[in-house]
């Protein structure tokens, strides 16, 4: 097998697998609160969005500290919210509900997996 075969081999593997979607819900927020997205990972961001407990979030597997939600879907469930209790977790969303997509980030203490 020659090295460009490998090569366009492993390009396509790391493309198919950034366009798969985790699916996480709200979780933990008190009654009658919500779960803010942010345009970045910080609570001075931009809020775009707000998610009422239940809400299943379109995830893009991406959290801060290098933790990537994909690798670590076999692990507890109990395990994996261990592992972005404390970190910001990116989303793809439709913050104007107007068919216009875009990233924005929640903060893993409140989703988990669904």
């Given amino acids: 097998m020659s090295v460009a075969v490998v090569a366009a081999g492993l390009a396509f593997s790391s493309q198919s697998h950034a366009t798969v979607f985790a699916a996480w819900q709200v979780a933990g927020v008190p009654f009658g609160d919500t779960l803010t997205a942010r345009k970045y990972p910080s609570n001075a961001s931009q809020k775009q969005a707000a998610y ?55 903060y893993g203490k409140y989703i988990a997996p669904y």
């Fill in 52 to 106: 009422p407990k239940g809400t299943v979030l379109q995830m893009t597997g991406r959290c801060t500290g290098g933790v990537n939600l994909l690798d670590i879907a076999r692990q507890p469930q109990w395990k994996q919210r261990q592992a972005i209790r404390y970190r910001w977790c990116e989303i793809w969303h439709d913050p104007a509900q107007n068919g216009h997509f875009a990233t924005g980030w929640v």
